[in-house]
Every structure is written in structure tokens, then in C-alpha cells.
């Protein structure tokens, strides 16, 4: 055996009791120390997945309100290209097909992308703005 005489593996003595105690006590306390780690890793990704959520609601809404711009404006140049060949205008022709090429050429993924940057620069701690 472990040189404990067999009257004290058989009967425990008081301390080995407490120690045993002590044990079990210190497991449970243990368990509630990670229930309490589950917790917060719980509730920060409920907030992180909140997050995401408002930032995904915000560039839909941004990208619904910069396509439907785009359409109507696209819808407007069509119309003034109609009127400059209706009226035989080659310079206004010209002038207006341009425009259309430049809006095309845009990309409303770009104008966001400048909104995230400036942002995220907005948001630095420790850097000074002059305006």
C-alpha cells in the first residue's frame, strides 16, 4: 500500500476528510469560474453578432439609397442624350455620353470603402484633427 497504515485507508482520519472537502470545494468553484468564463464569451458574441448586424442594416441601406441615386441619375442622362439627338446636338451628345461613362466608372463600393477608411481614422485614439 502507500506505508499509511491500513486502519487509516480504511478509516480516514479527520484530515483527510477536510482535504477531501477542501478538494470538492475547490472543484465546484472551479466549475462556476467557467460557468461565469461561458457567460461573457456569450455575451460578447451576442454584442459582436449585434454588431454585425447594425453594420450589415447600414450598408444595405447605404447601398439601396446609392443605387436607387443611380438609377434615377442614370435614368436622367438617358433622357438629356435623347434630347441632344433629337436635336441633332452632336457637342451636348458627346457631353452627356461622357457623363454616363464617368457614372458607369463609379462604384458606389468605392464611396463606401472611403466611408469605413475615414471612419476608422476618425476613430484612432491619441490622433489629433485640425480643421
Not at 454588431?51 to 447600414?58: K, L, N, S, Y
Request: charged residues 30%.
Amino acid at each position: 500500500m502507500s506505508g499509511k497504515p491500513l486502519s487509516k485507508v480504511v478509516n480516514p482520519g479527520l484530515s483527510e476528510v477536510l482535504d477531501g472537502l477542501k478538494f470538492v470545494a475547490e472543484c465546484v468553484r472551479d466549475i462556476e469560474k467557467e460557468k461565469t468564463a461561458q457567460a461573457r464569451v456569450q455575451e460578447f458574441a451576442r454584442v459582436n453578432v449585434e454588431q454585425i448586424h447594425a453594420v450589415r442594416d447600414m450598408v444595405i441601406s447605404y447601398l439601396d439609397r446609392s443605387f436607387d441615386e443611380r438609377k434615377e441619375n442614370f435614368r436622367q442622362l438617358f433622357e438629356r442624350l435623347d434630347a441632344a439627338m433629337a436635336a441633332n446636338n452632336p457637342e451636348l451628345t458627346g457631353a452627356v455620353l461622357d457623363s454616363v461613362l464617368k457614372l458607369a466608372d463609379s462604384s458606389p463600393f468605392k464611396a463606401l470603402r472611403d466611408v469605413a477608411a475615414t471612419r476608422e481614422a476618425l476613430s484612432e485614439k491619441g490622433k489629433e484633427w485640425q480643421f
